[in-house]
């Protein structure tokens, strides 16, 4: 490995030369097709994360939400918006101990049937703090969801679908707010107080979906593994990974390599729970990436444009709800598109190009965003505010190759089994804290100095491209457990250690 990151080692891959009881086409295959859909339905918590992303934008469009809502200063509309991240950022952690005492699946649980009551909830209240409320119930049961969900899919994923599933994840997140966006669109011309009933209502959607996956989908083999239910774990490898067949050889490399991994944790852990974090180089490097990838993901730039569009197309002579809510649509369209796009890219190209690419395309879209926007500004030039929205679609479309398919994909795989779900509730935390900072700071700021905002976010940027560039390593290629060789070295996970431990201590007892 060299001091930029990059990994010049492959990983063994030698899933890939092992035969296996399941179609090439996993839609042709029985079990890896159940499997696959019952991973698409848990992506719906990115989704349900992605609906709220895009329906604060609409709703503020509507003239009966803003009825509702009276005439608030913009400090109360920035707690208001910020309510799910507040709810989620005090969840995490307590969630990260529920999903791994009790499991994956009954964590999501938990945290789908919180988000389907607040959503039924807020569509029978009325008025700014009964809104504010379910909000933070929202982000209480997002927090469950998002915190178990990225570790089941990815750890129950066959391996040649791994790293697609994994970067996958995080882009569903657009999609939902394709449906936010059409909605409030759709209630544009309701002239009661159901145009903003009925998108809050929609909420419930995706945990409902959420939920009919958790019958389809299995617990996970690692956590099953992890508490001494190895039977359970080696039937469902089995079951979903070679269509029942227990001697299937990838089922039993994949058997045989998640217990051994387990089993080194505990070998080569010599400190217990969070201290882990920072009981070697490799794990503080993990614990640095997490904290930073989830700063990163809110101090980009997006957060002010995702949150608060609306203002921003006022701030450039665009004024119309309509023509507002056409932009907003058509942005999170173009969204879906490029991060469908970043995590078809990202198992083809790896993980560290498309963040440098991604950061450094975006450095220079918004530094124009914010020379047109004071252009605008200060000249009431009507060309500069039109362009102000071209490059904010083409900040987005850089954004979204990397920043969302990688939020948290990235996180997930190069954390061992032991610190995934901590690790992972340590990186949401950040994010949620900061974008809780983010949506609360940006309505104020944008009142007292307008597009000269937007200059804290260039440093930003700046300052990203250094920390992608000496931090961030490649991980493409790999398996889950092969990824510790990338953070600890090639003899992280020896394959084949226990049989060989096993070995010694039996022939030093004979020798004695």
Not at 52 to 59: A, E, I
Not at 278 to 287: C, E, M, N, Y
């Amino acid at each position: 490995m060299v001091a930029g990151g990059i990994v010049t080692n492959s990983g063994s891959g030698e899933y890939k030369t092992l035969p296996n009881n399941t179609n090439k086409s996993w839609i042709k295959d029985k079990g890896l097709r159940r499997l696959n859909i019952g991973i698409g339905m848990m992506f719906a918590s990115a989704a349900a994360n992605g609906f709220d992303g895009s329906l604060m934008n609409g709703l503020l469009a509507l003239p009966k939400f803003n009825e509702n809502l009276g005439d608030v200063q913009s400090s109360i509309m920035g707690l208001i918006i910020a309510g799910i991240s507040l709810g989620g950022t005090v969840t995490f952690i307590p969630a990260s101990y529920f999903a791994d005492y009790f499991g994956r699946k009954k964590c999501v649980g938990l945290g789908s049937f919180l988000m389907v009551c607040a959503a039924i909830i807020q569509t029978a209240t009325d008025g700014r703090w009964a809104f504010f409320g379910t909000r933070i119930m929202m982000g209480v049961g997002l927090g469950f969801a998002q915190t178990a969900a990225p570790p089941l899919t990815t750890e129950i994923a066959h391996p040649r679908h791994r790293g697609a599933v994994t970067a996958a994840f995080q882009s569903v997140w657009h999609w939902g707010s394709i449906v936010s966006a059409s909605a409030t669109l759709g209630t544009l011309y309701v002239y009661n107080s159901w145009s903003w009933r009925i998108p809050c209502l929609l909420q419930a959607l995706f945990p409902g979906l959420q939920l009919i996956g958790l019958l389809i989908v299995p617990e996970s083999p690692r956590w099953l593994i992890s508490k001494g239910r190895h039977d359970e774990a080696l039937k469902i490898l089995a079951r979903f990974h070679a269509n029942g067949d227990v001697d299937d050889s990838l089922v039993q490399f994949e058997f045989n390599e998640i217990r051994e991994a387990l089993e080194m944790d505990k070998v080569l852990a010599t400190k217990s729970g969070w201290m882990s974090f920072i009981a070697t180089p490799g794990a503080r490097r993990r614990l640095a990436i997490c904290i930073l990838v989830g700063f990163m993901i809110q101090w980009a730039g997006n957060g002010i444009v995702s949150y608060y569009l609306a203002p921003i197309l006022r701030s450039v002579g665009i004024t119309d709800p309509t023509e507002q809510a056409g932009i907003n649509l058509a942005m999170t369209v173009w969204n879906a598109i490029c991060a469908t796009s970043g995590a078809v890219a990202a198992e083809k190209y790896g993980r560290r190009p498309l963040w440098m690419i991604s950061t450094v395309l975006m450095l220079i879209f918004f530094s124009i965003v914010t020379a047109l926007s004071a252009v605008f500004a200060e000249k009431n030039i009507k060309a500069a505010g039109s362009a102000v929205v071209a490059f904010l679609f083409l900040f987005f479309g850089s954004y979204d190759i990397a920043y969302t398919p990688l939020s948290i994909a990235y996180p997930v795989e190069i954390l061992p089994y032991h610190l995934r779900a901590k690790g992972l509730s340590l990186n949401l935390t950040v994010v949620y804290a900061t974008g809780f900072f983010n949506q609360y700071v940006n309505p104020i700021a944008l009142a007292a100095i307008s597009w000269k905002f937007y200059f804290v976010y260039i440093g930003c940027l700046f300052s990203f491209i250094f920390i992608v560039y000496f931090l961030f390593p490649e991980t493409k290629g790999r398996t889950l457990e092969e990824i510790a060789i990338v953070f600890d070295g090639p003899d992280a996970v020896p394959h084949g250690y226990l049989h060989d431990e096993k070995n010694e201590k039996v022939e030093h007892e004979e020798v004695a």
